[in-house]
């Protein structure tokens, strides 16, 4: 046997990282006194582990209002039955921080018990769900509320998706901005102090889509007017023309508006995909360049290492072209960890600096533009489109020619 050609060993130097370790931050923070701004703490007090990405996580996000970038912030989980969107995303909207949200169906419809005076409670996990479904109590975890809650906020969203200006094809921002126009008026009416993250996008103009829109109990009593009412009731989902408008407002935003872009994904999953993929559907499928979204900073509890979409980081969604290269060198972070642990504190300690406010950006303003421009974009790119949508597929004439010969050959025989 012939013998096996060894490769020459590559010789190893540390040199280089020993000059970037004399270089590097050093780890020496200062004991707490109880009078540090809430910066002063995020930004000296975590120097290591999962904290350490926190910090980056922060710095990131200041600097993406700084820079004034356009945001979308992606959320999923049960984050409207937890709170969150009270304690920390509507109070980003109101500081112009947030753009544009991507999220879930459950999260809008969890979202608007409150408003019609039920109750989300703590309870027991362990204490056994036999006895939680005896007692008609619905469990989300540590979180539980009767099954009248559902009963009554069905027959809310039923009430408005029968209303006769929904009665068109629209896309999710449409459909969500309705919504909330509607709870807007509710709210309104009945005096709700802490107002529901629908009618709080609608008022300052963000746009909310929802990328797997029939998977939500809000489309689900659209299934269930369309069966009752048949063609009188006309509500539609155009598909392509929400994924068209995604790709069409972050052109917008860095093509007419000449800005960064940043996405803040808490948690993962669909939101996730469905914001990022705007930059590959512009430039790999509709031929627009785009250098993809340029921060990149996540909350996820996911390990980065089972291949998974929502635990997929900066680095290999570059390889997709969703964010730029710039991002994954200096303005991307993956944070370890569980969103309600972490960014309440994330949003105090940016909400704290009074400097971090900007106008509201009312993005779904712009949403008619912006379908039109890139709709120009790709008209212009007609002719060389053209070869993308053409393959050599057999037909079914052929298939048929070759497989009467084959019998005909077995007959002879």
Not at 274 to 303: A, K, M, S, W
């Amino acid at each position: 046997m012939a013998k096996e050609q060894r490769k020459p060993a590559t010789k190893v130097s540390g040199r280089g990282h020993r000059a970037a370790f004399e270089h590097a931050r050093d780890v020496r923070p200062q004991a707490i006194t109880g009078r540090e701004r809430p910066r002063d703490i995020i930004e000296g007090r975590f120097p290591a582990y999962v904290g350490r990405q926190e910090r980056i996580a922060y710095e990131i996000m200041r600097r993406c209002v700084e820079e004034d970038a356009r945001i979308f912030l992606t959320l999923s989980g049960a984050m409207t039955p937890a709170g969150l969107h009270a304690s920390c995303i509507i109070p980003l909207i109101e500081r112009g921080l947030i753009d544009a949200i991507t999220t879930t169906g459950a999260n809008l419809y969890h979202d608007a018990h409150r408003v019609i005076g039920h109750r989300i409670r703590e309870i027991d996990p362990n204490a056994g769900d036999l006895q939680y479904r005896l007692a008609r109590i619905i469990r989300i975890y540590d979180l539980g509320f009767h099954e009248e809650v559902l009963l009554d906020t069905d027959r809310l969203f039923s009430a408005i998706l029968r209303r006769p200006e929904l009665q068109r094809r629209m896309t999710t921002t449409e459909l969500h901005y309705e919504l909330g126009r509607h709870i807007a008026k509710i709210e309104d009416a009945l005096g709700v102090a802490e107002p529901s993250l629908l009618a709080t996008a609608y008022r300052y103009g963000v746009p909310i889509f929802v990328g797997a829109v029939q998977d939500g109990s809000i489309f689900l009593n659209v299934v269930k007017l369309r069966a009752m009412l048949g063609e009188a009731f006309k509500l539609e989902i155009d598909v392509c023309a929400d994924v068209f408008e995604m790709g069409a407002i972050q052109h917008h935003c860095f093509a007419v508006e000449k800005r960064k872009m940043a996405v803040w994904i808490l948690g993962g999953g669909v939101p996730k995909n469905y914001t990022l993929q705007g930059e590959p559907l512009l430039d790999q499928i509709l031929g627009v360049p785009t250098h993809g979204f340029d921060y990149d900073v996540q909350f996820c509890v996911d390990p980065v290492d089972n291949g998974a979409l929502s635990s997929c980081p900066a680095g290999e969604g570059h390889t997709w072209g969703k964010v730029s290269a710039e991002s994954v060198a200096y303005g991307s972070m993956y944070v370890h960890t569980d969103v309600t642990a972490v960014f309440p504190w994330i949003t105090y300690a940016l909400l704290s600096d009074p400097a971090l406010r900007r106008k509201p950006g009312r993005l779904y303003d712009h949403r008619k533009p912006a379908i039109a421009a890139l709709q120009v974009k790709v008209d212009k790119n007609r002719r060389k489109l053209q070869a993308t949508i053409e393959y050599p597929l057999p037909s079914r004439d052929k298939k048929l020619r070759v497989g009467g010969k084959k019998k005909a050959k077995k007959a002879a025989k």
